[in-house]
């Protein structure tokens, strides 16, 4: 079965960085996309990144120039550095991963459990 396992979330103080991990089993072909989304309390979920296979990355507009998406096809893991953080990158990081066109075209897709990032002096 498909499962996503993130890593590298943590506290933060403002202006620094962390880099999380995405690391995914169960995938016996590159998957269509990767994406990275975050959720604060009390806010809804927002798409921060993602790749595709052919290696194009988009972002959202609230990180574009301080956070960068990358993808290791022979690990199967995607990572999202993060630089310059502020308070209000404080969230919960999802992992998310669509396997085919197929896939995308249904809205079917797989989820990490998250990991907290809190950015706070």
């Known amino acids: 079965q498909v499962q996503l396992v993130e890593t590298g979330g943590g506290l933060v103080q403002p202006g620094g960085s962390l880099r999380l991990s995405c690391a995914a089993s169960?995938?016996?072909?590159?998957?269509?996309?990767m994406r990275w989304y975050r959720q604060a309390p009390g806010k809804q979920r927002e798409l921060v990144a993602s790749i595709i296979v052919g290696g194009t990355t988009n972002y959202g507009d609230s990180v574009k120039g301080r956070f960068t998406m990358s993808r290791d096809n022979a690990k199967n893991t995607a990572y999202l550095q993060m630089n310059n953080l502020k308070p209000e990158d404080t969230a919960v990081y999802f992992c998310?991963?669509?396997?085919?066109?197929?896939?995308?075209?249904?809205?079917?897709?797989?989820w990490g459990q998250g990991t907290q990032v809190t950015v706070s002096s």
């Open positions: 998310n991963v669509v396997l085919s066109f197929i896939d995308a075209s249904t809205n079917k897709d797989y």
């Open positions: 169960g995938i016996s072909f590159t998957p269509y996309a």
